[in-house]
């Protein structure tokens, strides 16, 4: 687009009369090419001042990576050149330490450069969590988020036989009649004698010669 | 590569390493067989090398911690020691709990042989073990993103 822009608003000196365009415009159009063309002059003088002067070849970050971490020192090549910090299993040195320098990390680098025997093991944490977020048991301890779910679930189970106890209990209306043992049987003796299911259902079972179920 | 001396280990870890024809042949990129000793060399050369810094220590063992075998105890002593000469005790660390998880499903018959072996070493550049430190369980609990 850039390119086009330029390409268009060249200066037509060199062509025959009623083509040529003239340098400073009059019209309104004139003045609205004129001023884009401008814009772009501007636009482009940004960007260029922009690019970093003495790009690093083969750096590891971009500049806008390196914006992202702050003063935390880039120690490695981690997953895939990006200087981010993760805790991964599958990478356990990630690419740059995870916090910044202050003063006591520096007081202990120091130290850390003579006998370790000499650190003691809160010195040694400190240095551990200087560098790392958290320690692999840490990663795979998980976090226990399952037993929300879980209490949660079972909240609303419960809420749900609650309001089926009281649903039956003050909003259903009583059963009918025909729902007693008297009437089921009528209703049973009715099925037998009509030979409901006579070859595999509910007459198969029952032994007419015998008035009794078969067994 | 893990090679198993002890016979009783070699009865126990029947599951993982069936006999030194598995184990031989550890690397097959590019046609040519790359046996055991010959990886555990290489990387130790790897690790020893005077000059090395934390960016090549790093990648190096990133790289091993990737690849499908336990790293042996050689290695993980060279690895001990060029963080020595780096002045890194974090790494150091952070490498042997890369190297505890490599170990998997059998972590218990493996740890304590690696532990075995590289005691001498942690004793010398005065490293703590995983256990020593407490970092074994978890210390800490990081607060969820979605609860800041």
Redesign the interface.
């Known amino acids: 687009m850039v390119f086009f822009r330029k390409w268009q608003h060249r200066p037509y000196t060199h062509v025959a009369a009623f083509h040529s365009r003239p340098l400073f415009a009059t019209s309104r159009s004139g003045i609205v090419t004129m001023a884009l063309r401008l814009i772009n002059h501007a636009l482009r003088r940004q960007l260029a001042a922009q690019l970093p002067r003495n790009a690093q070849v083969g750096s590891v970050a971009s500049v806008h990576t390196l914006d992202k971490i702050g003063k935390r020192e880039v120690?490695?090549?981690?997953?895939n050149g990006t200087a981010s910090y993760a805790d991964r299993?599958?990478?356990?040195?990630p690419?740059i330490r995870f916090r910044e320098p202050n003063n006591e990390i520096n007081a202990l680098?120091v130290k850390?450069?003579g006998?370790?025997?000499?650190?003691s093991?809160q010195e040694?944490?400190a240095?551990?969590r200087?560098?790392?977020?958290?320690?692999?048991?840490?990663v795979?301890?998980g976090?226990g988020?399952w037993k929300m779910h879980l209490g949660i679930g079972l909240l609303f189970t419960s809420a749900a036989i609650w309001i089926a106890i009281l649903m039956n209990l003050f909003v259903y209306d009583e059963l009918p009649v025909t729902f007693d043992e008297e009437h089921q049987k009528a209703q049973l003796k009715r099925m037998l004698d009509l030979e409901v299911n006579p070859i595999t259902g509910l007459s198969s079972k029952w032994d007419y010669e015998n008035n009794k179920w078969k067994n | 590569m893990l090679r198993i001396t002890a016979g009783k280990l070699a009865n126990a870890l029947r599951g993982t390493v069936s006999g030194t024809s598995r184990v031989a042949a550890v690397r097959c990129l590019h046609g040519t067989e790359e046996s055991a000793e010959e990886f555990d060399k290489r990387y130790e050369k790897y690790f020893s090398r005077e000059g090395i810094d934390g960016w090549e220590i790093r990648k190096g063992m990133n790289d091993l911690l990737g690849m499908d075998l336990v790293p042996s105890p050689k290695i993980i002593e060279a690895g001990l020691r060029a963080a020595r000469r780096v002045n890194d005790i974090a790494l150091a660390i952070r490498w042997l709990e890369g190297c505890k998880d490599k170990c998997g499903d059998h972590q218990a018959t493996l740890y304590p042989f690696l532990l075995e072996k590289i005691s001498p070493t942690l004793k010398e550049l005065g490293v703590p073990t995983i256990e020593e430190l407490g970092y074994d369980k978890p210390e800490l609990a990081l607060k969820s993103v979605y609860d800041l």
Not at chain 1, 115 to 119: E, F, I
Not at chain 1, 130 to 138: D, G, K
Request: glycine share 6%.
């Open positions: 120690v490695g090549y981690g997953w299993v599958d990478y356990p040195l690419p680098r850390e450069q006998d370790w025997k000499k650190l093991p040694i944490k240095l551990y200087a560098s790392f977020c958290q320690t692999i048991a840490e795979q301890a976090t988020e």
